[in-house]
């Protein structure tokens, strides 16, 4: 069975820090790009960070890049973000995401999402 369980959410200070962590299993891991993404109350979700399978090449939104850290282990079959100088607008639920695509004649998505955690920051 396919599973993306998220935990380490909760209720941090502002300027605090918190990490993230997800552990997937029924799949293989180590082929496909990860990702967190987040949404707030009355918010449309949003990417917060990428990193592709081999870990090598990652991305970040405008609003976290220089907070945010995106890693990947593939021999335990985890993502994480740390997330650093944390701030009232990162509150949200937030979701790892896990995306592979191929092409064999016409391309292919395959992807599975993760239940996601909270993460409140607030004084």
């Known amino acids: 069975q396919v599973q993306l369980v998220e935990s380490g959410g909760g209720l941090v200070q502002p300027g605090g820090s918190l990490r993230l962590s997800c552990a997937a299993s029924g799949f293989f891991f180590s082929k496909y790009d990860l990702s967190w993404y987040r949404q707030a109350p009355g918010k449309e979700r949003e990417l917060v960070a990428a990193?592709?399978?081999?870990?090598?090449?990652?991305n970040y939104a405008d609003s976290v890049k220089g907070r945010f850290t995106i890693s990947r282990d593939n021999a335990k079959n985890t993502v994480a973000l740390q997330m650093n100088s944390l701030k009232p607008e990162d509150t949200a639920v937030y979701s790892c995401?896990?995306?592979?695509?191929?092409?064999?004649?016409?391309?292919?998505?395959?992807?599975?999402w993760g239940q996601g955690t909270q993460v409140t920051v607030s004084s």
């Open positions: 995401h896990a995306q592979l695509e191929v092409y064999i004649g016409i391309r292919r998505k395959y992807d599975y």
């Open positions: 990193i592709s399978s081999t870990g090598g090449s990652t």
